[in-house]
DNA sequence: GTTGTTTTTGAATGTTCATTCAAAAATGGT
DNA sequence: ACCATTTTTGAATGAACATTCAAAAACAAC
């Protein structure tokens, strides 16, 4: 017996980072071998091959963006509050220089989702767990009668992952503060319809 | 003197479907002259490189989606109307299993919009002009009394971009017809606030 | 019909890449 | 201390790829 040396969590941020860079296919073991410090066998000894990698890298993201999300929503402040709080965060992200500011989820789906099954399932698991995340929140506000909607929570949680996509793509366009600010507010100004 | 026996448009169409469905690192060469039906020295001799094609194939996508949104907004009926026949074609496009149903300028954006600035400005181009568009239709709106909003042509316009981008992100997980007719519903709506 | 120019053809080129593998090193169990 | 097992190492492999190029063909002009 003998445990692998390196650490899998800060592996796989590297990873991470890397694949949100440049994507799958850009970004090559090299890149790789660079990134992560592991040599071309480790990788393929505990991942099995780059692919392997990758569902690792958005499995971590996945349990990354969550926590970073339930953060936001374990304060003393009202759901909504919250909310608005959270929508401030990636509003400042999709503007940031920050090459991270991308979702790994997003791009790996819109590269290879359509034609890789097992990596297709990884990414609906990681938004699966968001849209659940974000159901529990809007029952929150539904209960302290911050939104008043009769849609399912299902509905208006579907409805705020469309909208922080739209925000996403269109800030890879136009990523100026001012203009992605009132973005937000009119897609939260929407839950309440 | 002798002409190019190749016809532009369908060649760049071609091109276009080769270049939604696997995205463009995934799409070779022997890809592209399989599609179009021109031999590599060909592409080369007429688009430089397999970029260049990549290019010239996403002004032919900002012609043709300029046009069919134009034919949308050609009619007899109120502006508004218009846009929720246009958001319905958009609706059942991304339900549909057509592999063009994918943006191929959002999907190229993703792949290589921040690291590629030539296909970056044509990418921006398109998305200019299709802003520039609907920025003509919420006017017509405007003064139909169909848009009531202080909000400029541009944010309004901008929101729309912005929320069929996130419906087209968010059907590659859940094409269901009946869970994005909602999102657009939701989406005119916020229009009006 | 001849000439000059351009396109077409498709095999050849050289690079880059993901992956493999066998040897070496390290570790845990006893 | 020793064995069994696993990881690490990094050079080697072979496939896939974008691009080039020189010869051939097609055309327009006259």
Chains 1, 2 share one sequence.
Request: hydrophobic fraction near 35%.
């Amino acid at each position: 017996m003998r445990n692998a040396e390196f650490n899998r969590e800060s592996v796989l941020r590297a990873a991470m980072t890397a694949f949100t860079n440049k994507g799958f296919s850009k970004t090559s073991m090299q890149d790789l071998t660079k990134a992560t410090g592991l040599h071309p066998g480790s990788i393929y000894c505990a991942f099995n091959n780059k692919k392997g990698l990758l569902m690792a890298a958005i499995e971590q993201y996945q349990q990354d963006k969550s926590d970073k999300f339930k953060q936001f929503f374990t304060t003393q402040d009202s759901p909504l509050t919250n909310l608005e709080h959270y929508l401030d965060y990636i509003v400042n992200e999709c503007a940031s220089c920050d090459p991270t500011r991308a979702c790994l989820a997003s791009k790996s789906l819109s590269e290879l989702g359509e034609h890789d099954a097992d990596v297709l399932a990884v990414i609906n698991a990681h938004f699966a767990c968001w849209q659940h995340n974000i159901e529990t929140v809007i029952a929150d506000a539904k209960q302290a009668n911050e939104i008043t909607s009769t849609d399912t929570n299902e509905q208006l949680a579907q409805y705020l992952i469309m909208g922080i996509f739209g925000l996403r793509t269109f800030a890879y366009t136009q990523p100026q503060v001012e203009k992605l600010q009132p973005l937000a507010k009119r897609l939260l100004k929407g839950l309440q319809q």
